[in-house]
């Protein structure tokens, strides 16, 4: 896990970042973490993080190879808002035990445990892939990409999407796509009976199904189109069947 910690400071850093991502700000007073992402304009996603309180100051934790944009991103947002953005050399230690003095809780799931910010990082042995595929929670780089619309991938179920807060961008095709009956694509977690990596082609009677994504011993997380979803499907060498 190599994550990049930003600090955004100035009179304006709460509004600022109230207009543009798809998490309500407020909930920062009440819990002082808040899950959230922004979105291009056609509502696909460009990088997911955790926005923390530090004084007046918030903290922006995300994946260090997603930082440099995503700081290019916001500065151009910035126009003449008070916003100043630095990168810090502060790390994000996670754990699923007693949380330490400081901690706040992962606002994805209860079972993600902790994140604490100082100047040590790491984990505490927790298996996180394996959480991640018991309750289907999506990664950066891997269940996240550009091409990835995030009520796909469950946002609105893992407390990283707001449907009452003010607009930000990408968020009409956001809501229009929660208006639908049923979503035809998404993540769901499968059984996986044999050999296939992350990556690998998921099919079922030889069409195209979905993509193999985090796996954890015999279960996984796919991305899948739900209709060729209801049977037995094929993924490397390996059997597949929906679970969730």
């Known amino acids: 896990?190599?994550?990049?910690?930003?600090?955004?400071?100035?009179?304006?850093?709460?509004?600022?970042?109230?207009?543009?991502?798809?998490?309500?700000?407020?909930?920062?007073?009440?819990?002082?973490?808040?899950?959230?992402?922004?979105?291009?304009?056609?509502?696909?996603?460009?990088?997911?993080?955790f926005l923390v309180t530090e004084g007046e100051a918030v903290l922006l934790d995300v994946a260090s190879d997603l930082a440099p944009m995503l700081g290019q991103r916001l500065s151009m947002y910035k126009l003449r808002a008070d916003v100043r953005i630095e990168e810090t050399e502060l790390q994000v230690k996670r754990g699923t035990g007693t949380p330490p003095a400081g901690a706040v809780a992962d606002p994805r799931h209860p079972e993600l445990g902790w994140r604490l910010y100082g100047a040590e990082g790491g984990?505490?042995?927790?298996?996180?892939?394996?959480?991640?595929?018991?309750?289907?929670?999506?990664?950066?780089?891997?269940?996240?990409?550009?091409d990835t619309f995030i009520l796909e991938t469950g946002f609105d179920r893992i407390n990283g999407v707001d449907f009452r807060k003010g607009c930000y961008v990408g968020q009409e095709v956001t809501a229009r796509m929660r208006h639908k009956t049923e979503l035809r694509k998404g993540l769901a977690r499968v059984a996986v009976a044999g050999d296939a990596a992350p990556g690998a082609e998921i099919t079922a009677d030889g069409k195209p199904a979905g993509v193999l994504h985090t796996r954890a011993g015999d279960e996984a997380i796919?991305?899948?189109?739900?209709?060729?979803a209801s049977g037995q499907m094929q993924a490397g060498d390996a059997t597949l069947t929906r679970v969730e």
């Open 222 to 228: 796919a991305y899948l189109r739900y209709d060729r």
């Open 1 to 49: 896990m190599s994550r990049t910690i930003l600090r955004l400071t100035g009179r304006d850093t709460r509004d600022f970042l109230q207009g543009l991502v798809t998490n309500d700000v407020g909930r920062l007073d009440r819990d002082g973490i808040v899950y959230a992402a922004l979105l291009t304009p056609q509502g696909k996603y460009i990088a997911d993080f």
């Open 123 to 146: 984990d505490d042995g927790t298996d996180f892939d394996a959480l991640r595929v018991k309750h289907l929670i999506p990664e950066t780089g891997a269940e996240l990409t550009p």
